[in-house]
């Protein structure tokens, strides 16, 4: 599995869990403004700000996961991007001189 699809994956898992705790919140507020505990300002300023809190870690944790995930890749010896475009570029390289060597010898 390509890592890109990975961790596309792991972060909608984030998205969903962030989505399903935003909805168990938002029905424990309905339950306190239903028995009385909360008027429904109470409830909504305490849902914002609680929602504004997760996004905020949401965007924390992505940002360590996706450290995470470079320093994994990188200890199990898997090339960046950049590794691997050097690599192609000297590969071209070689194989031109190659051509030309080829070409000398047989003029």
Known sequence: MD????????LMFGVGTTSLVAEK?????DELVKNGKLNPD??????????QK???EQGNL?????????????DIGVP?????????GRIDRLERQ???LENK???
């Open 54 to 56: 997760m996004k905020s």
């Open 42 to 51: 109470q409830a909504k300023a305490v849902m914002d700000d609680l929602l």
């Open 80 to 88: 960046r991007q950049a590794e691997m475009d050097e690599l192609r």
């Open 62 to 74: 992505e940002t360590q996961m996706q450290r995470q995930l470079r320093n994994l890749l990188q």
């Open 25 to 29: 919140m938002r029905e424990v507020s």
């Open 98 to 100: 190659i051509r030309d």
């Open 105 to 107: 010898l047989w003029r």
């Open 3 to 10: 890592s890109n699809d990975w961790l596309t994956q792991l």
